[in-house]
């Protein structure tokens, strides 16, 4: 490690930061825009972009303008999309019919974006959550998330996306065994070549608050979802989580959120070594958003450092709604 003979004044740091070259050369973490996931929120119609109050610059996207976002990304060199649909109340039950219907508007965009650019990666989420009226992840039974009648239905989700074109399913739900049921019903239906990247260490966290918003959860959500997502207290545990969706067949592994979670990114990657991401979530930028519209921080640096902090902690990529904005910075 760092040497005793590393003594002032003949050595000194600061020469190597003096200037632009110099510091450029001495990096020890690149960001670019292939270490990029693009979070896009869908929501039916067409021509339609739909501010989300609580995340100003994200909107709603209708199909065809997410087919243009799409093309976007394609551009900017970002690999992928991750998306996720704005669900009306209507449109909720109890038994999140929606998620398994080939003609929900996950799968409708699926099939559009790769009819237009092919080349482009699409990441689905796999979670009830958009789909029950009381916003929770799985089926509630008695007050209860059930685990196992969920996991069931997450396989049939999770084929649907994936049938509808989706190349990474991910599963955000936190039940016990979904990974390996997951892995067994695609390969059982001819989908071998679909990747699972697990949610593996996803806390039950504040900062999701804006996302329910933008998915329309957030006025439908009973409780909270401490019984199935992490502990914030917990490291230990993360580390069994990614264990056993590894053991599963996860092909890579989630931490989220990113920004408050560096240690666990740290600890995941060190220890087993996986294709590691994280999500820098809603509430991660909102509260970037509004500081810099505040002008109490410079938007532009917020978003680079931050990112490039979740990089420097191990990630491997991140997932992003300023995916699009920092390609375009990192290109300038
Ligand atoms: C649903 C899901 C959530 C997010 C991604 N998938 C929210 C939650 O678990 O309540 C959060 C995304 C974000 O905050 O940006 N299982």
Request: hydrophobic letters at 45%; charged letters at 25%; one cysteine or more.
């Amino acid at each position: 490690m760092t040497s005793v003979t590393q003594t002032f004044p003949a050595t000194r740091l600061r020469r190597l930061r003096r200037t632009p070259w110099s510091r450029a050369l001495v990096a020890e973490t690149r960001l670019a825009p292939a270490d990029l996931i693009w979070a896009i929120v869908l929501r039916e119609g067409e021509g339609v972009r739909e501010p989300v109050a609580s995340m100003p610059g994200v909107e709603r996207l209708s199909v065809d303008e997410a087919v243009n976002a799409a093309r976007e990304a394609k551009a900017l060199g970002i690999p992928a999309l991750a998306l996720f649909p704005f669900t009306s109340k209507e449109d909720r039950s109890a038994g999140a019919e929606l998620a398994f219907s080939a003609e929900n508007l996950m799968c409708r965009a699926a099939r559009a974006i790769k009819d237009s650019v092919p080349e482009i990666g699409l990441m689905a989420d796999v979670a009830l959550d958009p789909y029950t009226d009381h916003g929770h992840d799985g089926f509630l039974e008695d007050g209860e998330i059930v685990n196992d009648r969920t996991v069931e239905a997450l396989v049939r989700q999770a084929v649907i996306e994936a049938r509808a074109g989706f190349d990474i399913v991910a599963p955000s739900d936190m039940m016990d065994g979904r990974v390996a049921a997951i892995r067994r019903g695609l390969d059982a239906d001819g989908l071998s070549h679909v990747q699972i990247m697990s949610y593996a260490a996803k806390y039950a966290s504040c900062f999701y608050g804006p996302y329910r918003d933008a998915i329309g959860s957030s006025g439908v959500l009973k409780g909270d979802k401490r019984t199935y997502q992490m502990d914030p207290a917990n490291t230990d545990e993360a580390l069994r989580e990614v264990a056993m969706d590894i053991a599963e067949g996860a092909d890579s592994v989630m931490v989220k959120p990113a920004g408050a979670y560096l240690d666990i990114i740290w600890r995941v990657k060190e220890a087993f070594a996986m294709p590691t991401f994280a999500f820098q979530v809603s509430g991660e930028y909102a509260m970037i958003m509004a500081a810099a519209q505040n002008n109490w921080i410079d938007e532009n640096r917020a978003i680079l450092e931050s990112l490039m902090s979740i990089r420097r902690a191990g990630a491997d990529g991140v997932i992003t709604y300023f995916a699009a904005r920092a390609a375009r910075l990192l290109a300038a």
